[in-house]
């Protein structure tokens, strides 16, 4: 994963919201791949996200994410709107 701005904000919410301090974030990083990422913290890193980059998810563009990756696209191309 490149370690822009946005990738590092990133691994600070993740690491926070799920309680894992060593986190490591890489563009095909799957919830399934990550203990305690169920429903639930998913929701929170969603709202923790939506705080930190001061931007709103639909609820389509959620569905569609399949990986960290592709979040982090979503959330650059609404931050540098």
């Known amino acids: ?3 822009s701005p946005v990738t590092e904000r990133m691994q600070t ?3 926070n919201v799920l309680n ?3 986190l490591q974030l890489t563009d095909d ?4 791949e990550v203990p305690g990422w169920d429903s639930l913290a998913h929701i929170g890193l969603m ?4 705080a930190e980059f001061g ?5 389509n ?9 592709q979040l982090r696209t979503v959330i ?3 931050h540098s709107s």
């Open 13 to 15: 919410v993740f690491r």
């Open 61 to 69: 563009e959620l569905s569609l994410l399949e990986n960290v990756g």
């Open 1 to 3: 994963m490149n370690t």
């Open 29 to 32: 990083l799957t919830a399934a």
């Open 20 to 22: 894992e301090p060593d």
């Open 47 to 50: 709202f923790s996200l939506e």
């Open 55 to 59: 931007v709103t998810f639909t609820d």
């Open 76 to 78: 650059e191309a609404k």
